[in-house]
């Protein structure tokens, strides 16, 4: 599992969402690392990870690599930052061993309320429809492009380079068999996440959402902010499911007001 670590302090571990990297957190890290130990990974399958054959992708599966990850490099109670399916992957680690969890900033988290996926997921994994979907995702640079624009609220704002540097792991064999992996158990996870939030209900949470997200819904946010005993919600004004790259100074300073209030 490829890693990006810097700084020194508590540790954090940085999730990114589903077919992205740690690339995600490049305008984050230097912020963070001023005070934490953090820990950017490229999850198995994706990124510059390996690509394990058979690889089990189910939201407890990928959580469980996490917490092995962690065990690897700090024996700490530690504090988790994820996006998107990552924070799924992250609410569930925290559910399979909640005294390894100090606190949870999850960003536009997949979740059970969110209704995006539910029939998108078994349709995209279909055994019919698989092949020819990777195909056109592996062949169709326009297609990927329209896809990655959505997930702006202003496509304007898309820094050059962006799109390339998430674009260039997915050339690798394998990438896309990892998100189809991922979308055949869609649903099934979701109600198993569902199931286990009771178990995270006392660790202390931020949420953080844009108001344009077209890719988890804004408005599953405060059914999800019921889950939690000490939980926090900031809705990002005029930003689409990336904050950390629309709004990255806005979206540091979220996190960094939160975290940095006792980081131990």
Known sequence: MR????????PLLLVHGLMAYSF??????????ERFETF???ELGTGYSDRPAALNCTLKACAQRLLRFMDAVSPNAFDVLATSHGGAVAMMAA??????????VLVAPVNPWAPRGRRLA????????????VQLATHSGSLRRHYFRRLWSDPHRIPPGTFEGYMKPLEHAGSWDYGLSILRHWNADLRELKLALPRIANIPTLLIWGERDQAVAPSSAATLKQNFRQCQLVMMGDIGHLPYEEAPEEFNHVVA???FSDNG
């Open 3 to 10: 890693y990006l670590h810097a700084g020194s302090g508590p």
């Open 24 to 33: 995600s957190w490049r305008k984050t890290i230097p912020v963070l690392s």
């Open 40 to 42: 950017a990974i490229d």
């Open 95 to 104: 559910a399979l061993l909640p005294e390894r969890v100090r606190r949870l």
């Open 122 to 133: 078994p349709f995209l994994s279909h055994a019919l429809v698989a092949p020819s979907f």
């Open 257 to 259: 007001k939160f975290l």
